[in-house]
């Protein structure tokens, strides 16, 4: 496994603070306390790429009204939606983000 990139930290790094898990976002809270959720597990090329910002809760300690990815990673997903479409959310969320404040894409 190889360790995150600058570029990835920084991600990761605006994930949580423009971004927030987006499981409670969906939910109509916002959410700044979150870990990083690899889609794909660690190692693949990319892998640290291909991750979402997630709440404790919905990351691994939820329950019922608020589904974990690990381990209910279905009844998570037809909750929220499947993990690709959270990630081009949050994407979007970034260059929507970017556009407010003029980066170039």
Known sequence: MSNPTRTEKLLWSRLASEVGCIACRIDGRINHQVSIHHIDGRTKNGAHSNVLPLCAEHHQTGGEEAPAIHPWKRR??????????????CDDLLAKADRLIGVAA
């Open 76 to 89: 998570f997903e037809a909750k929220y939606g499947t993990q690709a479409a959270l990630k081009a959310m």
